[in-house]
C-alpha cells in the first residue's frame, strides 16, 4: 500500500498472521501461527514476490535442502517452495526496490507427508510500497550492503575474480588503485547499495548545479571515484580532512587527497584538522540554487567504507537542514570555541512532519550528550536493537546501559558490536551471553553445503554506530551517526550524532539491525555446525521422540518474544 510502512496479511483463512515491515532497499517478512503450535509436518514457508505492475511470481531462494539420500548435502540453491524457509522471519532484498508502486509478497505454508511430498497450505499475501526514498523529497535513509564475507558475494562475484581484483589492499593505494574485476562496476554497486548510489549522487547533482558550494568533513578519505567527484568541484569545494595518526602521514591517502584537492580548489578551501584527538565526522553538505542536501551517518569516504563494512547514510533535502549541517560546518572550520557553539546543542532539522534534529561534538561537559543517551536507553520499554562498531571497548555509560536493559527479561534485546580480532559480540536469540565468532567462513572451516568467503582486508567489518529504542511504540526513536557512543565521541572527537524520533525511520533501523544480526548469528550457526561436524540441512518432519524444527520458537522466552514482535 502507497506509503504504508508496516503493512499485514488479510487472508482469514490462512493459518497464520504476517506482517511485511519497510526497510530501506529491504523488506522484514515476520510470521507466526495463529492458533496454538503448528502440526508437526508443517516443514517450513514458502516465500515469493511481484515487482511493482508485475504478472508472475518469483521464489525466493534457499541455500539449505532438505537431506537428499542417506543424508547427503544438496548443493544447489532452490525454490523455498522446494526449499521452505524454516524460520519465522526474513529479509528480502528485491533486485530493485526503487521501482515505483507495490512489491506483492505471498508467503504459504509448506507441510510434508511420511512419503516425502510436499502439499501447501492457503497462503497470505501482502502489498507495500518498498520506494527509493524513506520520506521522498525530504529524507532518506541509505545502507552499504556490508556482505564483503557471504555466501551471497561468494556466488555473485568471486567467481569472476578474487577480491583483490576489485579492492586495494592498502587504504593508501586507493587514488591510485584499478579495479580489474571483469564486473566491477555492478559488483561495486552492489557492495555499495544505496548508501554510495545516494552519496555519489548528491555529489554528481552538487557537479551539475553550477550554483552549488559544497562543504565536506572527512576522515577517512581514499575513495577513488569520492575524490574525483571532489576535485571536478574546483573551488566551489572546502574541505575538512582528518590529520590525526597515521591519517597524516606523507604518504597516507588522506594526504593525497589533500594534495589533489589544494590543486582543484585550493590551499584556502582545503584544511587538516584533528579537533580534540580525531576528525571523526562524516558529513557533506551542498547548498546551491538547485540542489540543497545535507548528509550525515557512519560511512567513511574510503573503499573499506562504501564497499566492505556495514554503514548507514541520513540524506536531508532542503534549506533548513542545509543550514544546520552549513553552520555545523562553519564551526569546525573555526574550530576554537566548537564545543560551547551553536552546532554542539540539539538543532531541529526543519523537515516537515519529522520529529529530526542533529548535534555535533565534541560536546563539553554542560551539553554533553553521553549520559543522557544512556538514560534513554534506561527508559527502553518494549525493545531495544543496535549495532555499535565499537561498543565492547568503549566501557561506561551506554555498555553499562544496555548490560540493564539486557538483564530485563521484559525487554527485548539484540545487538551486535564488533572486534578487533574480526569477530563479532552477537546476544543469540536464545539469550545465551555472548560470544565472539569469526565474520567470514574461511577456508577450511565451512560446513557444506557452503563455500569459503573473502575477508576484505583488516579492520572491522561491523561499522554501524545506531540504535533503535522501542521501534513498536510512538515513541520510537532512533541514535545514529559517525558518534561512537564513548566519552571521546562525546567531548573530544569531530562527530555528527542524529535523533530520529519517528516510527518509520526507527523500522528502517530496526530491519537493518535485524538483518545485520541474522547474518551473523547464522555464521554463528555455521560455525558451530563445523565444529559440531554436522551439515547444515532443513529438518524433516520430526519422528516419534524428535522435536519439530519450530520447536524452540515456542518454549525458548526469546525466541517466543521474536516471533510475537515482529509479527
Not at 143 to 149: D, H, L, P, Y
Not at 262 to 285: C, D, E, P
Not at 467 to 489: E, T, W
Request: charged share 25%.
Amino acid at each position: 500500500m502507497a506509503g504504508e510502512f508496516q503493512v499485514a496479511g488479510k487472508n482469514a483463512a490462512a493459518l497464520f498472521a504476517l506482517k511485511v515491515h519497510r526497510g530501506d532497499g529491504m523488506a522484514l517478512l515476520a510470521m507466526n501461527w495463529r492458533n496454538g503450535q503448528p502440526p508437526r509436518d508443517f516443514v517450513g514457508f514458502a516465500i515469493e514476490y511481484r515487482v511493482p505492475d508485475g504478472t508472475r511470481f518469483f521464489a525466493v531462494p534457499n541455500r539449505i535442502a532438505f537431506p537428499g539420500p542417506d543424508g547427503a548435502v544438496n548443493p544447489n540453491k532452490l525454490s523455498s517452495r522446494l526449499s521452505p524457509i524454516q524460520k519465522f522471519r526474513w529479509v528480502h532484498f528485491p533486485f530493485n526496490a526503487e521501482i515505483p508502486g507495490d512489491y506483492t509478497y505471498m508467503v504459504t505454508p509448506v507441510f510434508m507427508d511420511d512419503d516425502g511430498q510436499l502439499s501447501y497450505g492457503e497462503p497470505q499475501t501482502a502489498d507495500i510500497e518498498l520506494r527509493r526514498e524513506t520520506y521522498p523529497g525530504a529524507l532518506n535513509v541509505a545502507f552499504t550492503r556490508g556482505f564483503v564475507s557471504s555466501q551471497a558475494f561468494v556466488e555473485r562475484w568471486e567467481r569472476f575474480g578474487p577480491i583483490s581484483t576489485l579492492l586495494p589492499e592498502d587504504a593508501d593505494d586507493g587514488l591510485t588503485f584499478a579495479p580489474t574485476h571483469p564486473k566491477t562496476e555492478q559488483a561495486l554497486s552492489w557492495m555499495g547499495f544505496e548508501d554510495r548510489h545516494a552519496i555519489y549522487e548528491t555529489l554528481d547533482e552538487a557537479i551539475g548545479d553550477a550554483s552549488a558550494e559544497v562543504c565536506v568533513v572527512a576522515y577517512d578519505l581514499s575513495e577513488k571515484g569520492f575524490v574525483d567527484r571532489l576535485r571536478q568541484l574546483g573551488p566551489r569545494l572546502k574541505i575538512i580532512i582528518d590529520d590525526d595518526g597515521k591519517h597524516g602521514g606523507a604518504h597516507s591517502g588522506e594526504t593525497q587527497s589533500a594534495d589533489i584537492l589544494i590543486a582543484s580548489a585550493g590551499a584556502a578551501n582545503v584544511k587538516r584538522q584533528s579537533m580534540g584527538k580525531l576528525q571523526h565526522n562524516k558529513m557533506i553538505v551542498v547548498d546551491g540554487n538547485q540542489v540543497k542536501k545535507a548528509i550525515g551517518g557512519s560511512t567513511n569516504f574510503s573503499w573499506r567504507g562504501f564497499y566492505v563494512q556495514s554503514n548507514n547514510a541520513m540524506i536531508f533535502t532542503g534549506a533548513a537542514p542545509v543550514q544546520v549541517f552549513r553552520e555545523a560546518f562553519e564551526d569546525f572550520w573555526t574550530e576554537a570555541g566548537f564545543a560551547t557553539s551553536r552546532s554542539a546543542s540539539w538543532r531541529d532539522l526543519g523537515i516537515a512532519g519529522v520529529d529530526v534534529k542533529a548535534t555535533f561534538s565534541p560536546h563539553a561537559a554542560a551539553n554533553a550528550q553521553l549520559a543522557k543517551i544512556a538514560d534513554d536507553i534506561d527508559a527502553t520499554k518494549s525493545s531495544l536493537l543496535f549495532s555499535l562498531a565499537f561498543l565492547w571497548q568503549t566501557p561506561g555509560a551506554i555498555r553499562d546501559a544496555v548490560a540493564r536493559v539486557r538483564g530485563n527479561d521484559a525487554r527485548f534485546v539484540y545487538g551486535i558490536s564488533d572486534k578487533k580480532v574480526g569477530g563479532l559480540d552477537v546476544q543469540k536469540p536464545d539469550g545465551n551471553p555472548p560470544a565472539v565468532f569469526p565474520t567470514a567462513l574461511l577456508k577450511g572451516s565451512t560446513p557444506a553445503p557452503f563455500k569459503a568467503e573473502p575477508v576484505g582486508g583488516s579492520g572491522n567489518r561491523m561499522h554501524h554506530k545506531f540504535v533503535v529504542i522501542d521501534f513498536d511504540k510512538p515513541s520510537a526513536r532512533v541514535y545514529l551517526g559517525s558518534y561512537n557512543f564513548s566519552k571521546a565521541a562525546d567531548v573530544t572527537n569531530g562527530e555528527n550524532l542524529i535523533l530520529a524520533r519517528d516510527r518509520r525511520i526507527a523500522v528502517s533501523y530496526m530491519v537493518e539491525a535485524l538483518r545485520m544480526f541474522d547474518h551473523y548469528h547464522f555464521r554463528i550457526a555455521q560455525q558451530e555446525a563445523k565444529i559440531a561436524g554436522t551439515k547444515l540441512q532443513l529438518k524433516l518432519p520430526p519422528a516419534a521422540g524428535q522435536d519439530a524444527w519450530w520447536l524452540r520458537d515456542y518454549t525458548d522466552v526469546r525466541r517466543i518474544k521474536d516471533r510475537e514482535m515482529f509479527s
